[in-house]
């Protein structure tokens, strides 16, 4: 198909194909802490251990994490309204805790250092070199098909 023919609501569809977990993404900033909810982790590399994060260029995250610490949270499949507070929709009152940069009680929790920035188009893909990580036994909160999702725990 030619670029000018693709159609981006199907391509979107197309993409959502890919089933995925679903994490916050936080950083802290001169005016605090900020957060927002992404699917596009991806961890990138062992030697040295690299993440990697897609923000789209649009999005106040974007200046805050520019050169700058962040934290990915592996969300848990109990904490759908904490994706949601974190992907615009406000909710009130804040169905989460915070525990300094991290997001209490999420499946994992992978702080960074910023390794590297790269042009992803109406993205910026931002790679991030690990420096702490924890994680838990528990049932991530999935994202397939444009709607959140479960997925069975590895027992
Ligand atoms: C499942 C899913 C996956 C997504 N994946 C991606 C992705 O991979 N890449 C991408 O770029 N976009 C992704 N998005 C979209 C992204 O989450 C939104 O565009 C995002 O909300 C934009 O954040 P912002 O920084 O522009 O907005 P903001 O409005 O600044 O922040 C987003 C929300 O987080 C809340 N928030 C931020 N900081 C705090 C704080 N300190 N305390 C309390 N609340 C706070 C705000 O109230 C707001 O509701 C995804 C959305 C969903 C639902």
Not at 12 to 38: D, K, Y
Request: include cysteine; charge should be negative.
């Amino acid at each position: 198909m030619g670029e000018m023919a693709m159609d981006r609501r199907e391509l979107r569809n197309c993409f959502g194909r890919f089933a995925t977990g679903v994490t916050v993404v936080t950083c802290l900033h001169e005016q605090g802490s900020h957060g927002f909810t992404a699917n596009s982790f991806t961890s990138v590399s062992l030697d040295p251990p690299l993440v990697l994060v897609s923000v789209d260029r649009k999005t106040r995250a974007l200046p805050y994490l520019k050169g700058n610490r962040f934290t990915v949270n592996i969300l848990r499949d109990d904490q759908q309204q904490t994706a949601m507070h974190f992907a615009g929709k406000s909710q009130h009152p804040a169905p989460f805790e915070w525990d300094g940069t991290r997001i209490a009680g999420s499946l994992a929790y992978i702080d960074c250092d910023p390794w590297a920035e790269y042009d992803g188009g109406d993205h910026v893909l931002i790679v991030g070199k690990v420096t702490r990580f924890e994680y838990e036994d528990g049932a991530p909160l999935a994202f397939y098909g444009g709607k959140f999702s479960k997925v069975a725990s590895p027992e």
